[in-house]
Nanobody, 115 residues
């Protein structure tokens, strides 16, 4: 099993930045895929950014050029750096991991972009 603990959400003005962190309970070397999804009210949960196989990454078109994903292997932590935030980025952000063909989710952290 994998436990995921997120942190770093909050309220930010349009154009601002936030960094989300997701700490895993096991070595991220053993995890097949890890990243972030988000869910806005009344909408489906969608991929934001993720490490897929190896060091490959995948981003939603809506965040390309604004968000980056990185990781600290020693801390078993994945980060989502969000820049140039827009009101439409407002959502609950969930950390995600796929391990041994099972999906695991964090508890979610709220990101609100508003003036």
């Amino acid at each position: 099993q994998v436990q995921l603990v997120e942190s770093g959400g909050g309220l930010v003005q349009p154009g601002g930045s936030l960094r989300l962190s997701c700490a895993a309970s096991r070595s991220i070397f053993s995890i097949n895929a890890m990243g972030w999804y988000r869910q806005a009210p009344g909408k489906e949960r969608d991929l934001v950014a993720a490490f897929t196989s190896g060091s490959a990454t995948n981003f939603a078109d809506s965040v390309k050029g604004r968000f980056t994903i990185s990781r600290n292997n020693a801390k078993n932590t994945v980060y989502l750096q969000m820049n140039s935030l827009k009101p439409e980025d407002t959502a609950v952000y969930y950390c995600y991991a796929r391990y041994l063909d099972k999906d695991y989710w964090g508890q979610g952290t709220q990101v609100t972009v508003s003036s």
